[in-house]
C-alpha cells in the first residue's frame, strides 16, 4: 500500500509560494538586528552632532511630534519643540556642551517597530563630568527609528 503521506510534503508547493515563506522567513530573522543597528546609528549621529556643538542636529534623533517626551528629575517635557528649546536654553555654548559619549547600551525590541534602549550618558567639560543613565522609547515611523520618549536621569 501506498502512503498517503509524501517524504517530500514541499515538493508539491508551487515554487512562488515556497518563495514567498522564504522571503518572510529570512526578513524575520533578519529585521531585530537590523532595527538595533539602526537605532545604533541613530544614536551615533546624536553623538557627533552633540560634538561639534549641533543641537539640531542632535534633534534629528527625536521623532518630530507633540507626543514626543523627555522626563528628567521631576519634570516632564512635551513635544519635540519644547524638548528642542529646553536643550537649547540649557546648552548655550560649546563649553556647557562638553563632549558626549554612550556607553553601555541594551536595545530590547518590543515589537517589529519598537524598541527599548538603555544605557549610560556622560559628558566631560573643562570643570566637570556630569554622568547618568537614560531608558530611551524609540519608534519607527516615516523617518525611521526616532526617540518618541527619553527618561534621563
Same mark, same amino acid.
Given at each position: 500500500?501506498?502512503?498517503?503521506?509524501?517524504?517530500?510534503?514541499?515538493?508539491?508547493?508551487?515554487?512562488w509560494f515556497l518563495m514567498v515563506?522564504?522571503?518572510?522567513?529570512?526578513?524575520?530573522?533578519?529585521?531585530?538586528?537590523?532595527?538595533?543597528?539602526?537605532?545604533?546609528?541613530?544614536?551615533?549621529?546624536?553623538?557627533?552632532?552633540?560634538?561639534?556643538?549641533?543641537?539640531?542636529?542632535?534633534?534629528?534623533?527625536?521623532?518630530?511630534?507633540?507626543?514626543?517626551?523627555?522626563?528628567?528629575?521631576?519634570?516632564?517635557?512635551?513635544?519635540?519643540? !519644547?524638548?528642542?528649546?529646553?536643550?537649547?536654553?540649557?546648552?548655550?555654548?560649546?563649553?556647557?556642551?562638553?563632549?558626549? !559619549?554612550?556607553?553601555?547600551?541594551?536595545?530590547?525590541?518590543?515589537?517589529?517597530?519598537?524598541?527599548?534602549?538603555?544605557?549610560?550618558?556622560?559628558?566631560?567639560?573643562?570643570?566637570?563630568?556630569?554622568?547618568?543613565?537614560?531608558?530611551?522609547?524609540?519608534?519607527?515611523?516615516?523617518?525611521?527609528?526616532?526617540?518618541?520618549?527619553?527618561?534621563?536621569?
Amino acid at each position: 500500500m501506498k502512503s498517503m503521506i509524501s517524504s517530500r510534503p514541499l515538493a508539491r508547493l508551487p515554487a512562488w509560494f515556497l518563495m514567498v515563506i522564504a522571503f518572510f522567513t529570512v526578513n524575520a530573522v533578519a529585521a531585530p538586528g537590523d532595527s538595533a543597528a539602526q537605532i545604533r546609528t541613530v544614536m551615533s549621529a546624536q553623538v557627533a552632532a552633540w560634538n561639534r556643538g549641533d543641537i539640531d542636529g542632535f534633534m534629528e534623533g527625536y521623532a518630530r511630534s507633540g507626543a514626543t517626551e523627555f522626563v528628567s528629575g521631576d519634570r516632564i517635557t512635551r513635544g519635540w519643540q !519644547t524638548v528642542r528649546d529646553r536643550y537649547r536654553k540649557k546648552y548655550r555654548s560649546r563649553e556647557t556642551m562638553g563632549r558626549l !559619549t554612550f556607553s553601555e547600551i541594551k536595545i530590547t525590541p518590543l515589537g517589529a517597530d519598537a524598541a527599548m534602549v538603555v544605557g549610560r550618558w556622560r559628558l566631560v567639560r573643562q570643570h566637570d563630568k556630569p554622568h547618568g543613565i537614560f531608558t530611551l522609547l524609540f519608534r519607527r515611523n516615516a523617518s525611521g527609528w526616532r526617540i518618541v520618549h527619553d527618561h534621563t536621569s
